[in-house]
């Protein structure tokens, strides 16, 4: 699955959420973890990107079952990252590919940034556009997959715990 997530990394590209830096209005404010706390989940089969764990990073298992015995691994960091070696939930972040009830794709602002990332408050339409259909496109690409398609359908129902609570 390497040239699968490479494929997705290249998608997104270098594009950013706003033209510039959002890191500077909110001091970086998702990425304040440290190793041993939160973290965001890997997607299937990306820890194989981490064969060769950087120092900066750990990997934990989650009780997050996408599927029958399959769980997502959480990936943790000191807060400060090669940018390279990012995972892609850091790379859409906080925008994220999402499967309506109705089994369509869409891109929503990740309820999980309500009260930390100040763009949580900003309608998908308020993103950059490049990172916007970068962002569907690698859901395109989740849905290629059964497994990563799965996964995208049981996190989607999680955001829902989430969004409409
Ligand atoms: S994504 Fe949100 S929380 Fe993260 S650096 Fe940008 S504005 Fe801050
Ligand atoms: S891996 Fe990098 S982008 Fe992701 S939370 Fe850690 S410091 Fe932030």
Redesign the pocket.
């Known amino acids: 699955m390497k040239n699968f997530y490479n494929r997705i990394y290249s998608t997104l590209s270098s594009y950013t959420p706003l033209k510039g830096d959002c890191g500077r209005a909110c001091n970086k404010a998702?990425?304040q973890?440290d190793k041993d706390g939160d973290g965001?989940y890997l997607f299937p089969f990306e820890e194989e990107m981490y064969s060769s764990l950087p120092s900066w990073a750990a990997i934990s298992e989650t009780d997050f079952e996408y599927d029958t015995n399959k769980f997502a691994p959480l990936f943790s960091?000191d807060?400060?990252?090669d940018r390279k070696l990012?995972?892609l939930a850091?790379r859409i972040f906080p925008l994220t590919p999402y499967i309506a009830k109705g089994g369509e794709l869409e891109v929503i602002v990740d309820p999980r940034a309500n009260g930390m990332c100040p763009l949580a408050a900003l309608y998908v339409e308020d993103f950059e556009a490049d990172f916007v259909n970068a962002v569907e496109k690698v859901g395109e690409l989740l849905l290629s997959n059964p497994d990563t398609k799965k996964f995208l359908e049981s996190f989607s129902r999680m955001l829902d715990d989430i969004r409409f609570i």
């Open positions: 998702c990425c973890g965001m960091c807060g400060v990252c990012r995972p850091c």
